[in-house]
Each structure stands twice: as C-alpha cells, then as structure tokens.
C-alpha cells in the first residue's frame, strides 16, 4: 500500500508538472503569435497604423519613405495629404506617413523605430519631434507612466524597457505579466475576436470604439484632434492643465540621462541604416513659450548645440509657426490650423529633404553654432 500510494503521489505531481508546463507553453504560444501575426490585438495603435502604411507601401512599392514620428503632438498636428509636394524627376513621388503616438518621447520613439524596422519598414528619411517637458521623463509625461497606460509591451521590448527603466519594478513586472499571461491580459479583446457573445454589449462598444480610435483619417496617417476647445471657459481650463503639467516641466528643464541616451541611439542607428534624419520643435502657443525661463532657454540652446556638434542633422524651429487662435490647448493644434501648418512644413522642410537642399537659416533652430 505505501509503495502505491507513493506511485500515485508521484505520478499526480508529474500531471501536474505537465499541465503547468502546458499552460506555460500555450501562454506563450498566444503572446508570440500576437505579437507576430495579431498586433493589432495586443496594440491596437501601433497594430493598425502599421497595416495601414503597409497597404500604402504595397500600392507604391517603388516609393521611397519619409516617415514623421512624434508624440500626439504629431499625431494631430501634421496632415501629410496636405502638403503640396513636387514630384521628383524620373523618381517615384515619395510617401510621407504620419506615425505620431500618444505620449511618444525619445525613449518610446527609439522603441518604435525599432519595432519598425523589424516589421520591414525601412523609411529613407525620418523626421523626429523632440519636445523640452519629455526630456525629464518626470511629471504627467514621464514615459514609464505612458508605457504602462498603453500597450507598449511587446515580447521584442523588453530588453530595451529593461536597460531604460530597470529600476521601475512595477512597469517592469507588468511588462511580463502582459508577456507571459496574455489570456489575463487580452482576455475582452481575444473574447471580442472570437466568442462576442460572453461579452456585455456595454464592453463590446468600448472595444470596438477602441479599435475605430486606431484608425487613421486619411492615407497619411493623420488623426483629427478628438477634442476641440472653443469657448474662452474650455481654453482657460486647458491653460490650467497646462499650468499644472507641463510648466513645471520648464521651471527649469531637466534632461534625464535616459532620454538623451535613446535619442543618441537612434540618431545613430538611423546612421547605421543610411537613413537621412531630422529633428523638430513643434509649434507651440505663446503662453507656452512664455513659460520657458531665460535658464530654461540657456538649457535647450546648449543641448541643442551639443547634439548638432555630435549628430549633425537639422533641427527644424517651429515653434512660433503657428497663431495662438489655431490652438486647442497648451501643446495640440487645432484641427483649424492644422492643413496651413502642414503645407508650410511640406514646402519649407519636407520638400527640400526629399530633394537633398540645405533647409534654409530661419527654419533652422539657431544654436550659436550657426547664427
């Protein structure tokens, strides 16, 4: 009896072994095939602005790229279809995308251009947004908040999260449990793909509002801004959020290590591939620029300068491109003004990358370098 008992003990542990490991394996089964064949499913932004720029590359498979990444401020700010771009001569005309994603900085930025370039995206020209209150990487915008309110939690990135915030054990151990359980943690949307049914119809409409939210407006890529302030009560509560989010950022302006690190990173792996990169400071209203002080001033002129010397890549000055009156709030274009901003950076930046001509001095940020 004991000899059997013993045999039966040993043989439930060995079942139960095999079942875990079956869990385990089937977990990670679902998490690779998400991330390789279903994107869209565990990152419904990054998912479908993907296959979207894919069709448009498919219909000009002999176009040249010139891709635009940024944060929202991209995403809502620049409207490829609406600069009047010039053909080349004996060239294909090329195809300007807009990949802005919410709360983008340098670190994110460098995530998705890997990303990017893994999924057989390989851009000629690339234009950067690089924006003073991101480079903290503290406050509202810290990316470690937006990486875990998102869903930037790729199998491929955790590496890089891992070098970048090593010592946020919370992100990091969400980024595994995103990883390793994606049945827990996609279960509405796995649910919504297969058996919609189990769901509330309540659950249902957030999921499939969601994934119309990912959904380009038009073959650049651009998204209209989904708040529109227009009353001087909505544009002085906006002037308040910005107050309390993004000034604090510039009483002074701090430069993490980390962002700096990754914009170093992919300015030099955008070398690596021969892309030909840019930087630009996106138009901001003039309360705004009010709030950098002389110090705050004297930080972003020296970095500036600095980075030039080090990668000698233009850096676009846009930030008084724009009226006060074609902003929403303190950081987003207003639908209004978006078609007029964008015609002058296709005309005054993005046309004369394409054809390979210098940009001229007063596009330029005037670094004392180059006054």
């Known amino acids: 009896m004991p000899n059997l008992f013993l045999t039966s003990a040993s043989k439930g542990k060995r079942v139960a072994l095999w079942t875990l490991i079956g869990i385990v394996a089937s977990q990670l089964a679902l998490s ?30 002999h176009s040249p790229l010139f891709l635009i990444l940024g944060s929202s401020r991209v995403k809502y700010s620049i409207r490829p279809d609406a600069m009047k771009l010039q053909g080349l001569a004996n060239s294909p005309q090329p195809i300007v995308y807009n990949f802005g994603i919410n709360g983008l900085g340098t670190i994110r930025a460098l995530m998705h251009f890997r ?13 950067v947004e690089i924006w003073p209150p991101l480079w903290a990487e503290a406050g509202f915008f810290r990316e470690a908040r937006m990486v875990q309110s998102e869903d930037d939690l790729h199998w491929r990135d955790l590496l890089l999260l891992c070098r970048y915030f090593r010592n946020d054990r919370a992100l990091l151990h969400l980024a595994l449990q995103k990883c390793l359980t994606p049945l827990r943690s996609y279960r509405d949307v796995l649910l919504a793909l297969s058996v919609e049914s189990l769901l509330s119809p309540e659950k249902l409409r957030e999921i499939k509002q969601k994934v119309q939210d990912t959904l380009p407006t038009d073959r650049g890529g651009w998204f209209p801004l989904p708040w529109e302030l227009t009353t001087p009560e909505e544009k002085h509560k906006a002037w308040l959020d910005g107050d309390e989010k993004i000034k604090p950022l510039l009483q002074p302006v701090r430069i993490d290590p980390r962002s700096d690190a990754a914009l170093r990173e992919l300015l030099s792996e955008c070398r690596q591939h021969h892309i030909k990169a840019a930087l630009i400071l996106l138009p901001e209203p003039s309360w705004t620029r009010g709030w950098y002080t002389t110090e705050s001033h004297a930080v972003v002129r020296t970095y500036l300068t600095r980075l030039y010397h080090d990668y000698p890549v233009p850096i676009v000055d846009a930030r008084t491109w724009v009226a006060d009156d074609d902003f929403s709030d303190s950081s987003h274009m207003a639908t209004k003004g978006v078609s007029a901003f964008s015609e002058r950076l296709g005309r005054e930046v993005v046309q004369p990358l394409i054809e390979g001509r210098p940009l001229q001095p007063h596009v330029l940020f005037a670094d004392e370098e180059r006054k």
């Open 115 to 127: 990303r990017l370039l893994a999924d057989g995206i390989q851009p000629q020209w690339l234009l």
């Open 32 to 61: 690779i095939y998400l991330d390789q064949r279903r994107l869209e499913t565990r990152d419904p932004l990054y998912g479908h602005r993907l296959n979207h720029l894919r069709q448009r590359l498919a219909e000009s498979p």
